[in-house]
């Protein structure tokens, strides 16, 4: 199984929005809505931000949401802060019992 | 509080064993599917393992499928990951996750600091 595609870097000036896909095939992002993506900050473990595609766990801002098309999911930032400065990464669920992980993008407060 | 810490990193030569453990505290264990990350360093994340809530349904990434085990102990509140005949790609930090909601077909939510694995001579 291939890892899902992501650009390698994105950035945005405060209070911008920027947005990242997360490419795959009709194996995984596109035949099951088990879409996921993670921040993660410089030796921190990830934090799930975006569940099922589109849904946000308690406590992460509305600032963060997730939408899904064909076989590409896609992150978006809005009004980026200082401490959105992360590595973002998907995860889809890809049949029988596995996952697979996107190659992650570095999100640059400018 | 949901919690999970992961123990047994370590250095160790190429070809050899070693086994992590998951403690899982906060929450109804025996309730939720349990998987394990990697990442190397400077690199990605990478999923390895998963086992649901009752160790009916268990699978392993391609790249240690037949070499790693996947375990849990509902009882103990633990999980664990045998790592057999480990090589040098294998070095990276091991994740222990807990699933959302309880269900094998979920995201992974509550995240451990990690344990290290060196593989080195």
């Known amino acids: 199984q291939s890892a899902l595609t992501q650009p390698r870097s994105v950035s945005g000036s405060p209070g911008q929005s920027v947005t990242i896909s997360c490419t795959g095939t009709s194996m995984d992002i596109g035949g099951y809505k088990f879409v996921s993506w993670y921040q993660q900050h410089p030796g921190k473990a990830p934090k799930l931000i975006i569940y099922?595609?589109?849904m946000r766990p308690s406590g992460v801002p509305d600032r963060f949401s997730g939408s899904k098309s064909g076989n590409t999911a896609s992150l978006t930032i809005s009004g980026l802060q200082a401490d959105d400065e992360a590595d973002y990464y998907c995860?889809?669920?890809?049949?029988?019992?596995?996952?697979?992980f996107g190659t992650g993008t570095e999100v640059t407060v400018l | 509080e949901m919690q999970v810490v992961e123990s047994g990193g370590g250095l160790v030569q190429p070809g050899r064993s070693l086994r992590l453990a998951c403690a899982a505290s906060g929450f109804t264990f025996e309730d939720y599917a349990m998987h394990w990350v990697r990442q190397g360093s400077g690199k990605g994340l990478e999923w390895v393992s998963g086992i649901s809530s009752n160790s009916g349904d268990i699978d392993y990434a391609a790249f240690v499928k037949g070499r790693f085990s996947i375990s849990r102990d509902n009882a103990k509140n633990s999980l664990y990951l045998e790592m057999n005949n480990l090589g040098p790609d294998d070095t990276g930090v091991y994740y222990c996750t807990k699933v959302f909601s309880g269900s094998y077909f979920d995201a992974f939510h509550i995240w451990g600091q990690g344990t290290a694995v060196t593989v080195s001579s």
């Open positions: 995860c889809s669920y890809a049949g029988g019992y596995i996952y697979v």
């Open positions: 099922d595609g589109t």
